[in-house]
Protein backbone atom coordinates (compact mmCIF):
# COMPACT_ATOMS: atom_id res chain seq x y z
CA UNK A 1 0.00 0.00 0.00
CA UNK A 2 2.83 2.18 -0.90
CA UNK A 3 1.48 3.89 -3.22
CA UNK A 4 -1.64 6.36 -2.67
CA UNK A 5 -4.10 7.71 -4.74
CA UNK A 6 -5.45 11.26 -5.95
CA UNK A 7 -8.98 9.78 -6.58
CA UNK A 8 -10.83 7.05 -5.62
CA UNK A 9 -14.28 6.80 -7.52
CA UNK A 10 -16.91 3.96 -5.93
CA UNK A 11 -19.17 3.59 -8.56
CA UNK A 12 -18.50 2.68 -12.29
CA UNK A 13 -22.07 4.00 -13.29
CA UNK A 14 -23.07 7.46 -15.34
CA UNK A 15 -21.62 9.58 -12.36
CA UNK A 16 -18.51 7.41 -11.53
CA UNK A 17 -17.16 6.85 -15.17
CA UNK A 18 -17.91 10.22 -15.92
CA UNK A 19 -15.98 11.35 -13.04
CA UNK A 20 -13.53 9.23 -14.22
CA UNK A 21 -13.34 11.05 -17.95
CA UNK A 22 -12.90 14.49 -16.24
CA UNK A 23 -10.37 12.87 -13.80
CA UNK A 24 -8.18 11.76 -16.16
CA UNK A 25 -8.38 15.36 -18.21
CA UNK A 26 -6.88 17.13 -14.64
CA UNK A 27 -4.52 14.61 -14.58
CA UNK A 28 -5.12 13.14 -11.22
CA UNK A 29 -3.92 9.50 -10.38
CA UNK A 30 -7.29 7.51 -9.60
CA UNK A 31 -9.35 4.37 -9.35
CA UNK A 32 -12.53 3.20 -10.68
CA UNK A 33 -14.16 0.95 -8.18
CA UNK A 34 -17.65 -0.87 -9.31
CA UNK A 35 -18.37 -4.59 -9.66
CA UNK A 36 -21.05 -4.01 -12.22
CA UNK A 37 -20.24 -1.40 -14.61
CA UNK A 38 -23.65 0.63 -15.37
CA UNK A 39 -26.02 -0.39 -12.51
CA UNK A 40 -29.31 1.01 -13.66
CA UNK A 41 -28.50 1.51 -17.27
CA UNK A 42 -28.22 -1.95 -18.01
CA UNK A 43 -32.13 -2.80 -17.47
CA UNK A 44 -33.00 0.43 -20.34
CA UNK A 45 -33.52 -1.37 -23.35
CA UNK A 46 -33.73 1.71 -25.25
CA UNK A 47 -33.11 5.02 -24.32
CA UNK A 48 -33.57 8.01 -26.46
CA UNK A 49 -33.14 11.20 -24.22
CA UNK A 50 -29.02 10.88 -24.34
CA UNK A 51 -27.93 14.02 -26.46
CA UNK A 52 -26.45 12.87 -29.58
CA UNK A 53 -27.86 9.38 -29.63
CA UNK A 54 -31.53 9.06 -31.58
CA UNK A 55 -31.86 5.17 -29.88
CA UNK A 56 -29.35 3.57 -27.95
CA UNK A 57 -29.72 0.79 -25.30
CA UNK A 58 -28.27 1.42 -21.68
CA UNK A 59 -25.78 -1.62 -21.99
CA UNK A 60 -24.55 -0.48 -25.20
CA UNK A 61 -24.00 3.43 -23.72
CA UNK A 62 -22.62 2.45 -20.62
CA UNK A 63 -20.08 0.40 -23.07
CA UNK A 64 -18.96 3.72 -24.80
CA UNK A 65 -18.54 5.59 -21.29
CA UNK A 66 -16.35 2.23 -19.88
CA UNK A 67 -13.97 2.34 -23.60
CA UNK A 68 -13.94 6.52 -23.23
CA UNK A 69 -12.69 6.26 -19.26
CA UNK A 70 -10.16 3.25 -20.57
CA UNK A 71 -9.47 5.02 -23.34
CA UNK A 72 -7.50 7.38 -21.08
CA UNK A 73 -5.84 5.01 -19.07
CA UNK A 74 -7.95 4.71 -16.05
CA UNK A 75 -8.80 1.48 -14.48
CA UNK A 76 -12.13 0.14 -13.27
CA UNK A 77 -10.97 -2.06 -10.36
CA UNK A 78 -13.87 -5.16 -9.75
CA UNK A 79 -12.97 -5.64 -6.26
CA UNK A 80 -16.19 -5.31 -3.86
CA UNK A 81 -15.87 -2.34 -1.48
CA UNK A 82 -15.71 -3.24 2.10
CA UNK A 83 -15.40 -0.54 3.88
CA UNK A 84 -13.63 3.10 3.76
CA UNK A 85 -11.58 4.39 6.92
CA UNK A 86 -10.58 7.67 7.23
CA UNK A 87 -6.92 8.16 9.15
CA UNK A 88 -5.70 10.83 11.19
CA UNK A 89 -3.97 12.69 8.04
CA UNK A 90 -6.68 13.51 5.97
CA UNK A 91 -6.44 10.35 3.72
CA UNK A 92 -8.63 7.43 3.73
CA UNK A 93 -8.19 3.83 3.16
CA UNK A 94 -10.56 1.50 1.07
CA UNK A 95 -10.67 -1.63 2.38
CA UNK A 96 -11.62 -4.59 -0.17
CA UNK A 97 -11.96 -7.94 0.74
CA UNK A 98 -8.10 -8.87 -0.21
CA UNK A 99 -6.60 -5.28 -0.38
CA UNK A 100 -6.55 -1.96 0.47
CA UNK A 101 -5.98 1.24 -1.17
CA UNK A 102 -4.76 4.80 0.06
CA UNK A 103 -6.49 7.91 -1.26
CA UNK A 104 -6.45 11.76 -1.03
CA UNK A 105 -10.22 12.34 -1.60
CA UNK A 106 -12.98 10.07 -2.94
CA UNK A 107 -16.00 10.70 -5.05
CA UNK A 108 -19.07 8.56 -4.12
CA UNK A 109 -21.32 7.44 -6.91
CA UNK A 110 -22.77 3.47 -5.56
CA UNK A 111 -26.09 5.52 -7.53
CA UNK A 112 -29.56 4.15 -5.82
CA UNK A 113 -31.61 1.40 -6.62
CA UNK A 114 -34.70 1.14 -7.87
CA UNK A 115 -37.12 -0.58 -5.08
CA UNK A 116 -38.20 -4.21 -6.57
CA UNK A 117 -41.55 -5.55 -5.84
CA UNK A 118 -40.41 -8.98 -6.29
CA UNK A 119 -43.15 -10.47 -7.69
CA UNK A 120 -44.43 -13.02 -10.49
CA UNK A 121 -42.97 -11.70 -13.89
CA UNK A 122 -41.26 -8.51 -12.61
CA UNK A 123 -38.11 -10.30 -13.58
CA UNK A 124 -38.98 -11.70 -16.18
CA UNK A 125 -40.57 -9.02 -18.40
CA UNK A 126 -38.12 -6.17 -17.02
CA UNK A 127 -37.28 -4.20 -20.33
CA UNK A 128 -40.17 -5.98 -22.02
CA UNK A 129 -43.08 -3.75 -20.90
CA UNK A 130 -42.20 -3.55 -17.53
CA UNK A 131 -40.00 -0.53 -16.56
CA UNK A 132 -38.90 1.48 -13.24
CA UNK A 133 -38.34 5.07 -15.71
CA UNK A 134 -40.98 6.53 -17.21
CA UNK A 135 -38.64 9.26 -18.90
CA UNK A 136 -36.75 6.55 -20.27
CA UNK A 137 -39.73 4.62 -21.93
CA UNK A 138 -43.07 6.02 -21.60
CA UNK A 139 -42.77 6.91 -25.77
CA UNK A 140 -42.48 3.53 -26.51
CA UNK A 141 -46.39 3.27 -25.17
CA UNK A 142 -48.32 5.71 -27.32
CA UNK A 143 -51.70 5.00 -27.89
CA UNK A 144 -50.87 1.83 -25.60
CA UNK A 145 -52.69 0.92 -22.10
CA UNK A 146 -49.99 1.33 -19.22
CA UNK A 147 -50.29 0.90 -15.39
CA UNK A 148 -48.45 3.04 -12.63
CA UNK A 149 -48.29 0.65 -9.13
CA UNK A 150 -47.44 3.18 -6.26
CA UNK A 151 -49.18 5.76 -4.80
CA UNK A 152 -46.62 8.42 -3.86
CA UNK A 153 -45.46 11.41 -5.59
CA UNK A 154 -43.24 9.90 -7.88
CA UNK A 155 -46.17 7.75 -8.78
CA UNK A 156 -48.47 10.15 -9.31
CA UNK A 157 -45.71 12.54 -11.29
CA UNK A 158 -45.23 9.12 -13.64
CA UNK A 159 -49.02 8.50 -14.37
CA UNK A 160 -49.39 12.05 -15.83
CA UNK A 161 -46.54 11.79 -17.73
CA UNK A 162 -47.31 8.68 -19.61
CA UNK A 163 -50.61 10.45 -20.16
CA UNK A 164 -49.11 12.54 -23.22
CA UNK A 165 -48.50 9.01 -24.60
CA UNK A 166 -50.80 6.03 -23.55
CA UNK A 167 -54.80 6.19 -24.02
CA UNK A 168 -55.13 4.96 -21.10
CA UNK A 169 -53.37 4.80 -17.56
CA UNK A 170 -54.16 2.69 -14.63
CA UNK A 171 -52.93 4.25 -11.09
CA UNK A 172 -52.30 1.29 -8.61
CA UNK A 173 -52.07 2.14 -5.25
CA UNK A 174 -52.27 -0.48 -2.10
CA UNK A 175 -53.69 2.18 -0.01
CA UNK A 176 -57.23 3.53 -0.17
CA UNK A 177 -55.89 7.12 -0.47
CA UNK A 178 -52.53 7.85 -1.45
CA UNK A 179 -50.02 9.66 0.35
CA UNK A 180 -49.19 11.68 -2.86
CA UNK A 181 -49.27 15.76 -2.97
CA UNK A 182 -53.03 17.01 -3.20
CA UNK A 183 -52.00 19.46 -6.12
CA UNK A 184 -50.92 15.83 -7.63
CA UNK A 185 -53.69 14.25 -6.60
CA UNK A 186 -56.08 17.01 -8.37
CA UNK A 187 -54.30 16.68 -11.51
CA UNK A 188 -54.88 13.04 -11.51
CA UNK A 189 -58.78 13.46 -10.63
CA UNK A 190 -58.93 16.09 -13.59
CA UNK A 191 -57.41 13.85 -16.38
CA UNK A 192 -59.64 11.42 -17.59
CA UNK A 193 -57.11 9.22 -18.79
CA UNK A 194 -56.19 7.83 -15.22
CA UNK A 195 -58.41 5.67 -13.74
CA UNK A 196 -57.38 5.33 -10.07
CA UNK A 197 -57.14 1.98 -8.44
CA UNK A 198 -57.16 2.18 -5.13
CA UNK A 199 -56.84 -0.31 -1.94
CA UNK A 200 -55.45 -3.12 -4.55
CA UNK A 201 -51.88 -4.67 -4.98
CA UNK A 202 -50.65 -5.99 -8.02
CA UNK A 203 -49.30 -9.96 -7.38
CA UNK A 204 -48.11 -10.84 -10.85
CA UNK A 205 -47.14 -9.76 -13.68
CA UNK A 206 -48.07 -12.04 -16.86
CA UNK A 207 -47.99 -11.98 -20.88
CA UNK A 208 -46.10 -14.44 -23.61
CA UNK A 209 -42.85 -14.88 -24.53
CA UNK A 210 -41.54 -16.15 -28.48
CA UNK A 211 -40.05 -19.14 -28.23
CA UNK A 212 -38.39 -18.50 -32.05
CA UNK A 213 -36.41 -15.62 -30.19
CA UNK A 214 -33.01 -17.25 -29.04
CA UNK A 215 -32.06 -14.52 -27.50
CA UNK A 216 -32.07 -15.01 -23.56
CA UNK A 217 -34.35 -12.12 -22.72
CA UNK A 218 -36.98 -13.84 -25.57
CA UNK A 219 -39.65 -11.40 -26.70
CA UNK A 220 -41.47 -10.94 -24.02
CA UNK A 221 -44.14 -9.05 -23.73
CA UNK A 222 -46.61 -8.15 -20.81
CA UNK A 223 -50.20 -8.96 -21.40
CA UNK A 224 -51.56 -8.61 -18.05
CA UNK A 225 -51.13 -7.70 -14.49
CA UNK A 226 -52.97 -9.70 -11.87
CA UNK A 227 -54.50 -8.26 -8.42
CA UNK A 228 -55.09 -9.07 -4.55
CA UNK A 229 -58.93 -8.35 -5.30
CA UNK A 230 -61.25 -7.91 -7.90
CA UNK A 231 -61.15 -4.72 -9.27
CA UNK A 232 -64.77 -3.41 -11.26
CA UNK A 233 -65.42 -7.88 -10.81
CA UNK A 234 -62.05 -8.66 -12.47
CA UNK A 235 -59.22 -9.87 -10.93
CA UNK A 236 -56.54 -8.82 -13.53
CA UNK A 237 -56.19 -5.78 -16.12
CA UNK A 238 -55.10 -5.68 -19.43
CA UNK A 239 -52.07 -3.87 -20.09
CA UNK A 240 -49.24 -3.27 -22.64
CA UNK A 241 -47.11 -1.83 -20.01
CA UNK A 242 -46.05 -1.85 -15.90
CA UNK A 243 -44.26 1.12 -14.34
CA UNK A 244 -43.11 0.48 -10.87
CA UNK A 245 -42.84 3.54 -8.28
CA UNK A 246 -42.47 2.17 -4.89
CA UNK A 247 -39.58 4.08 -4.45
CA UNK A 248 -35.72 3.92 -4.50
CA UNK A 249 -32.84 2.82 -2.11
CA UNK A 250 -29.87 4.59 -1.95
CA UNK A 251 -26.85 2.52 -1.29
CA UNK A 252 -24.78 4.81 1.21
CA UNK A 253 -23.70 2.44 3.94
CA UNK A 254 -20.40 3.10 3.63
CA UNK A 255 -20.54 6.90 3.30
CA UNK A 256 -22.53 6.78 6.63
CA UNK A 257 -20.06 4.70 8.53
CA UNK A 258 -17.39 7.80 7.94
CA UNK A 259 -20.07 10.66 8.83
CA UNK A 260 -21.42 11.31 5.99
CA UNK A 261 -24.60 13.00 6.76
CA UNK A 262 -27.64 12.13 4.92
CA UNK A 263 -30.96 13.01 4.23
CA UNK A 264 -34.49 11.36 6.29
CA UNK A 265 -34.96 9.19 3.06
CA UNK A 266 -30.94 8.41 3.00
CA UNK A 267 -29.88 10.05 -0.19
CA UNK A 268 -26.57 12.21 0.48
CA UNK A 269 -26.28 15.98 1.19
CA UNK A 270 -24.21 17.77 -1.28
CA UNK A 271 -23.28 21.39 -2.14
CA UNK A 272 -23.53 22.85 -5.19
CA UNK A 273 -19.79 21.72 -6.10
CA UNK A 274 -20.77 17.91 -4.53
CA UNK A 275 -18.68 17.81 -1.56
CA UNK A 276 -20.45 16.40 1.33
CA UNK A 277 -19.93 17.26 5.14
CA UNK A 278 -16.53 15.03 5.67
CA UNK A 279 -13.51 16.95 3.85
CA UNK A 280 -12.26 15.28 1.08
CA UNK A 281 -15.55 13.09 -0.11
CA UNK A 282 -17.83 14.38 -2.81
CA UNK A 283 -20.76 12.49 -4.07
CA UNK A 284 -22.39 12.37 -7.44
CA UNK A 285 -25.39 10.92 -9.26
CA UNK A 286 -28.78 9.09 -7.95
CA UNK A 287 -27.05 8.89 -4.50
CA UNK A 288 -27.24 12.42 -3.59
CA UNK A 289 -29.33 15.30 -2.91
CA UNK A 290 -28.23 17.27 -6.01
CA UNK A 291 -30.06 18.31 -9.47
CA UNK A 292 -33.33 19.09 -7.63
CA UNK A 293 -33.72 15.07 -7.39
CA UNK A 294 -34.28 14.58 -11.17
CA UNK A 295 -32.25 11.21 -11.48
CA UNK A 296 -31.18 10.87 -15.04
CA UNK A 297 -28.19 9.53 -16.59
CA UNK A 298 -27.30 13.30 -17.82
CA UNK A 299 -27.47 14.97 -14.45
CA UNK A 300 -25.67 11.77 -12.63
CA UNK A 301 -23.08 12.97 -15.45
CA UNK A 302 -23.06 16.24 -14.78
CA UNK A 303 -22.90 15.58 -11.07
CA UNK A 304 -19.71 13.28 -12.04
CA UNK A 305 -18.19 15.84 -14.15
CA UNK A 306 -18.62 18.61 -11.17
CA UNK A 307 -17.67 16.24 -8.38
CA UNK A 308 -13.94 16.00 -10.13
CA UNK A 309 -13.64 19.33 -10.68
CA UNK A 310 -13.99 19.83 -7.25
CA UNK A 311 -11.67 17.48 -5.74
CA UNK A 312 -9.06 18.67 -8.66
CA UNK A 313 -9.43 22.13 -6.63
CA UNK A 314 -9.21 20.65 -3.80
CA UNK A 315 -6.02 18.69 -4.06
CA UNK A 316 -4.20 21.57 -6.21
CA UNK A 317 -4.60 24.06 -3.00
CA UNK A 318 -3.35 21.20 -0.57
CA UNK A 319 -0.28 21.49 -3.16
Not at 34 to 57: A, F, H, R, T
Not at 210 to 222: F, I, L, M, Q, T
Request: aromatic share 8%; hydrophobic share 40%; charged share 25%.
Amino acid sequence: MDNIYDLIIIGAGPAGLSASIYASRYKLEHLVFGVEQGGQMNEIYDLENWPGEKKISGADLISKFVEHVEGFGAKINRESVAGISKLEDGTFEINCAKNVYKTRAIILAMGAHYRKMNIPGEKEFTGRGVSYCATCDAMFFREKTVCVIGGGNSAAVVALELTDFAKKVYLITKEEKMSAEPAWLEKIVQNSKIELVKGTGVIEIKGRKNPADSRPEGENKVEKVVLDKAYNDKNNLEVDGVFIEVGTEPGVELAQKIGVMTDEKNYIKVKEDMSTNVPGVFAAGDITTGSSKFRQILTASSEGAISANSAYKMLKLKQ
